[in-house]
Each structure stands twice: as structure tokens, then as C-alpha cells.
């Protein structure tokens, strides 16, 4: 490898080090350096957001991401989803709703819906829709998807008050 | 490829300045690393501009605002005094790609891309928005219809970037609005863009702008569609006589998107549509 750059970064909570040439994606780089293979690539330019993760909290591509951008940020995958174990609410809801067939388009639809329900607890099925128009899934036809992604947003709200 | 993140944009200017092979601004990156993916770019040099620090301040002055090249459009949705006084601008910039580009892409990105179709340019140009542009040796200050110069021309040079976008404080009674067409509701490329903003005086237009995106190869001012508005109340004949100046001032492509035609046509439509909201948010009853 000509010219890797060492990267300090947080992934998933965890401090990570990695090499990589300035010219890799961070998608890459998470998935062949780091061994987060719940990175998905799909498009690699950005229209189908399977590589979705979030940067300091801002849900990005991946693949439009350098690997070397990730130095001192806070990097979370589809990986940091499940607590000691317990899957996030949204995983169990994507399960009980059978919203998924192939699996490819998952992890980042669950990314993305993470990152929505942070901003918004109760959003309703339009904002849904226009939150995940960066996702593209080819199996479900995506009703599943949006429904798993209520039921969940209603576990949370419903876990918060206790 | 080297990558550097200077501090400063003067530092960045004599990065670009020293470099003899092929070097580029990285913003968001949602237009460049689509390039690099795609073999279209081969830089032996990219320099960030995420770290310069100014680059990355929204400022309120008494002059208006000043968005740093660096500032993602998720951020400029968030601020409720940019969106309050320029909610056109704001609009536009929202309509760049999903959430996952909106926590990327920056103005100065779109800008400097010079698509025909980039979204936030008509905007900025009805609202009159000025780029803050350093070099090695000097900066200056260009309105941003002078930015691009063609389809992935700008009229910067190669020590050059852009620092912030600059948006006026708007006037009393002064409204803006941008609409695009697209086939899709989401995650397109517009077809035709129109960006109005009017100043009202006594219920009537007093000064307004103009802007078309995606029906020339650049995105272009047509102040004869703004005379067409003038001293009017946007009665149905100004509305008439804007479509067709905009109309007039079309000279799109063929494209799968849009035939030359249907460009042409649309644009008189989409305008008299953002007139109106323009119209409305400026505090004008019709
Ligand atoms: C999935 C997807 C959907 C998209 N949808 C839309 C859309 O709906 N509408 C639309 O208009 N665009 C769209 N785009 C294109 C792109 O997101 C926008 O043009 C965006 O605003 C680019 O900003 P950026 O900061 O990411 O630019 P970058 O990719 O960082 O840069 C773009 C160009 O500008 C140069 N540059 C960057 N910053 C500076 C600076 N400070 N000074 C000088 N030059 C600079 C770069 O060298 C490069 O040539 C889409 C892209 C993708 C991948």
C-alpha cells in the first residue's frame, strides 16, 4: 500500500486504528480494514445509501466519505445498533414486520431510520418516506419497511416513559 | 493522492498555489468523490476545506449573512434566521439528494460543480448572493451568476476557493421561493429550477429577480422576467408576460429528463408558481 495514512478514530464506541490510502472510501475501509461487513456497498455514489452510517451523529454514505476524513470523529454502523446482546428496537421491529427479503439495503435502512427517530420520536408516514428517500431497497417494496419503522418509533416512545 | 486540511483559507490558497499536478477542493463531497469513484477525476492533490475554521460559521451581520463553504445544508435548515429571512434559498438547498447528502453537501459544492442543474444556484442568484473567493495573493468578492462559466466551468482561478457565500439582509416585505420539476418526488435532477424574489412597496412589486436552472449551461438572471413583475400586483397579465420572458430566455437540452420543448414550457409555468409564493411570503395579497 503506497502512501497509507494511519487513522485514529471512534467506531462504535471503540477506539479504532486503521491505514489506509487518502483516496479510499471510508465504506471501504470500515469494511476491508476495520471488518464491519454490515457496511454495505450497493451503488458506491451515494443514491442508494446501503453504506449508511453516521459521522459525529450526521447520517453520511460511506462511500462518499474519505477513509482518512474519520481521523478524531465519532463513527457509527449498523454493527453499534444491538446493546449487550439486546437488539435496538427498530432491528425487532424490521424481524416481526418481515421488512426485509434479500437483506442487502438493511443494515443502512436501519442506520437511517436511527437517525431519524433521534430527531424525530413520532414522525408520521410521509416524513418516514422522505427520511429514508436516500435508501433504496429492491425486495420489499418498502411498506414493510415503514410500518416496521412505526411500530419501533412507538417501542421507544413507549421504553422513554417508563 | 495526497490529502491535506489546511486551517485557513489562505492556507488552502497556497496548497493549490505550489501544487504542479491536478489538485481539487473537497466540501461535502457528494459531487468529487462520485468523480473519483468514477475514474472522471484523478487528483494528485485534495485539499478539505472542512477544517478551515471559518468556513464552517453561519454569521448573522448587519450586512445580512455569511455561510461558510464548508457549512452542510443540513445546517442551513436548521438555522431559523436564514430560514426566516431567505426561505428560498433555504428550500433549494434542501432539495440537494436524501438526509444521508443534506449532512454533506455545502452551497459552495453546488456552486462550484457548475451542473446547469444545481439546485441552490438559482436561489442564491435571485437572492443575491455574492461568493467570498480567496487566492494566493488577493481575495474578491464575485456575485454568484459569475461563478460558473459553463457546464463544470467556473471562473476561478487555480489558486483559488471559495470561503463563504454571502446573502444580503433582505429588505422590508421582500420574499423569495425556488421550485424545481421533477419526475420523482425525491432524489432527481430538476428539469427545470425557477428562483424568484420580490420587494414589495404599497402591495406592489417594487424590485425583483429572476433565476432559471437546467435550461441553459449555466444558471442564468433574466431581468426581463423581473421588469415583467415591476409595479405590478401580479395580476394575471404580469404573470402572463413573466412565463413568457422566461420562456424566451430558455435554451436547454434534449435529454431524457426534458425535451427542448417541454424545458421552454415549463419554465414560464414554474415560474408564475414560485412568483406567487414569493408574491405571498413578501406580504402580497392578489
Ligand atoms: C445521490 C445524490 C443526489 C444529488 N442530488 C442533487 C440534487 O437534487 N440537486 C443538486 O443540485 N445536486 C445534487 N447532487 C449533487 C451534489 O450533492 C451537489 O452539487 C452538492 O451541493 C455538492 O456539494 P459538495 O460540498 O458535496 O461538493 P464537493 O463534491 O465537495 O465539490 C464539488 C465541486 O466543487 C469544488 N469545490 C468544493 N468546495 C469548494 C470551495 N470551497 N471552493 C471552490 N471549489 C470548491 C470541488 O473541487 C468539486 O469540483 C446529488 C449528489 C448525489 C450523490
Known amino acids: 500500500m503506497s502512501n497509507a495514512t494511519l487513522v485514529s478514530t471512534v467506531v462504535n464506541g471503540d477506539a479504532v486504528q486503521f491505514a489506509c490510502p487518502s483516496d479510499e472510501s471510508l465504506m471501504t475501509a470500515l469494511r476491508d480494514r476495520v471488518g464491519l461487513t454490515g457496511v454495505k456497498e450497493g451503488c458506491g455514489t451515494g443514491d442508494c445509501g446501503a453504506c449508511s452510517v453516521t459521522l459525529d451523529g450526521q447520517l453520511v454514505c460511506s462511500c462518499l466519505v474519505l477513509g482518512v476524513e474519520a481521523e478524531g470523529r465519532n463513527v457509527e454502523t449498523v454493527e453499534g445498533l444491538a446493546q449487550d446482546g439486546q437488539l435496538h428496537p427498530l432491528q425487532e421491529q424490521f424481524i416481526e414486520h418481515a421488512a426485509l427479503q434479500c437483506g442487502i439495503c438493511t443494515p443502512g435502512f436501519l442506520v437511517a431510520a436511527k437517525a431519524l427517530l433521534e430527531r424525530n420520536p413520532n414522525p408520521n408516514e410521509t416524513e418516514i418516506r422522505y427520511a429514508l428517500a436516500g435508501n433504496l431497497c429492491r425486495c420489499t417494496g418498502y411498506d414493510k419497511i415503514v410500518r416496521a419503522v412505526q411500530a419501533a418509533a412507538k417501542d421507544m416512545r413507549k421504553a422513554k416513559r417508563r | ?286
Open chain 2, 1 to 286: 493522492m495526497r490529502y491535506e486540511k489546511p486551517a485557513t483559507a489562505k492556507e488552502a490558497a497556497g496548497l493549490l498555489a505550489k501544487e504542479k499536478g491536478a489538485a481539487f477542493l473537497l466540501g461535502g463531497g457528494t459531487d468529487l468523490l462520485v468523480k473519483l469513484k468514477m475514474g472522471m477525476v484523478e487528483p494528485d492533490l485534495v485539499v478539505d476545506v472542512k477544517h478551515i475554521a471559518k468556513a464552517n460559521e453561519i454569521q448573522t451581520t448587519a450586512k445580512g449573512f455569511s455561510i461558510g463553504a464548508a457549512v452542510p445544508s443540513a445546517r442551513l435548515t436548521e438555522h431559523k434566521a436564514l430560514q426566516k429571512a431567505w426561505p428560498g434559498v433555504v428550500e433549494a438547498a434542501n432539495l440537494i439528494g436524501s438526509d444521508q447528502i443534506q449532512g454533506r453537501c455545502t452551497l459552495a459544492g453546488n456552486l462550484c460543480n457548475a451542473s446547469p442543474a444545481a439546485d441552490s444556484v438559482p436561489a442564491m442568484i435571485a437572492a443575491g448572493a455574492k461568493a467570498v473567493i480567496v487566492g494566493a495573493k488577493k481575495r474578491r468578492t464575485v456575485p454568484v451568476e459569475k461563478v460558473a462559466t459553463g457546464p463544470g466551468q467556473t471562473c476561478l482561478g487555480s489558486d483559488e476557493l471559495i470561503e463563504s457565500i454571502t446573502l444580503p439582509k433582505p429588505g422590508p416585505r421582500t420574499g423569495d421561493a425556488y421550485l424545481r420539476f421533477i419526475p420523482r418526488t425525491e432524489m432527481d435532477i430538476a428539469v427545470v429550477g425557477v428562483a424568484v424574489c420580490v420587494t414589495l412597496e404599497r402591495g406592489r412589486v417594487k424590485t425583483a429577480r429572476v433565476a432559471l436552472g437546467a435550461v441553459a449551461p449555466t444558471a442564468i438572471l433574466v431581468p426581463a422576467a423581473a421588469r415583467a413583475l415591476v409595479g405590478t400586483s401580479l395580476d394575471d397579465e404580469a404573470l402572463e408576460k413573466l412565463a413568457r420572458a422566461c420562456s424566451a430566455a430558455c435554451n436547454p437540452i434534449d435529454d431524457k429528463r426534458g425535451t427542448v420543448e417541454y424545458r421552454t414550457r415549463l419554465a414560464g409555468v414554474l415560474a408564475k408558481r414560485a412568483a406567487k409564493i414569493a408574491f405571498a411570503r413578501a406580504g402580497g395579497k392578489s
